[in-house]
């Protein structure tokens, strides 16, 4: 069974210039987050995707990011404009469901904002 | 609002030694608790997870986790390293009876001496 699948691995781009992550959950997971893990800490939630529905959007600065998941499967994260502080790993994961059920994480793509 | 603590930031251990990796919460009630393991380039596996019953849980790679209410913590321990355990360890704590909106600490990165 494939994982979750996130493009591109790393991105290096210049400050106020716009970016976009893909994900790719494993198939049938219909819950899907957005983490931002910066240097030397832990994950942090951004987003939440019940479906395509955003259930929990709170963390997700929205001056800057958006974040869509048509048809409930793949999703795209997007930074517009870059900042030098968005310069970080970001994390996607996927689950069955949400209370109790194992959240697998993809590799991350290392965002690096010049 | 809930927290995490891993007090220790490195840790050295030489391979075939045992291994404490500390970690406290901050949670009114009993939490989910979780341990995962980053290898570079990697995403997060989840090694054991707590939910409630027995408090010595047995997770994959040879990992235990003892869940102390009395001391809020939930220390991981493996009773011999092999030189493939260095990586980065997370504990993470989810609120109990909703979703896991996990909250994780800054991690705690393992290398081994051979």
């Known amino acids: 069974e494939a994982g979750v699948v996130q493009s591109p691995r790393y991105k290096i781009i210049e400050k106020k210039q716009p970016v976009a992550f893909w994900c790719n959950p494993i198939?049938?997971?219909?819950?899907l987050y957005w983490y931002l893990q910066n240097l030397g800490q832990g994950p942090e939630l951004l987003i939440r995707?019940?479906?395509?529905?955003?259930?929990?959007d709170s963390q997700l600065p929205k001056d800057r990011f958006s974040a869509e998941r048509l048809k409930g499967v793949d999703s795209t994260l997007k930074i517009q404009p870059a900042e030098l502080g968005d310069s970080a790993v970001y994390l996607c994961a996927s689950s069955l469901g949400t209370a109790n059920n194992e959240q697998f994480f993809g590799p991350g793509t290392r965002l690096t904002v010049l | 609002a809930q927290s995490v603590t891993q007090p220790d930031i490195h840790i050295t251990v030489s391979e075939g030694a045992s291994l404490e990796l500390r970690c406290n919460y901050s949670?009114?009630?009993?939490?989910?608790l979780f341990w995962y393991v980053q290898s570079p380039g990697q995403g997060l596996q989840l090694l054991l997870k707590y939910f409630s019953g027995d408090t010595l849980v047995q997770g994959i790679k040879g990992f235990e986790a003892e869940f102390k209410r009395s001391q809020s913590s939930f220390n991981l321990r493996k009773p011999s390293v092999h030189w493939s355990d260095a990586a980065e360890y997370f504990c993470?704590?989810?609120?109990?009876?909703?979703?896991?909106?996990?909250?994780f600490g800054a991690g705690t990165r393992l290398a081994v001496h051979p």
């Open positions: 995707y019940e479906n395509e529905e955003a259930v929990d």
């Open positions: 198939s049938g997971h219909n819950t």
């Open positions: 993470a704590v989810a609120l109990s009876g909703g979703y896991n909106k996990l909250i």
């Open positions: 949670y009114g009630a009993t939490p989910y």
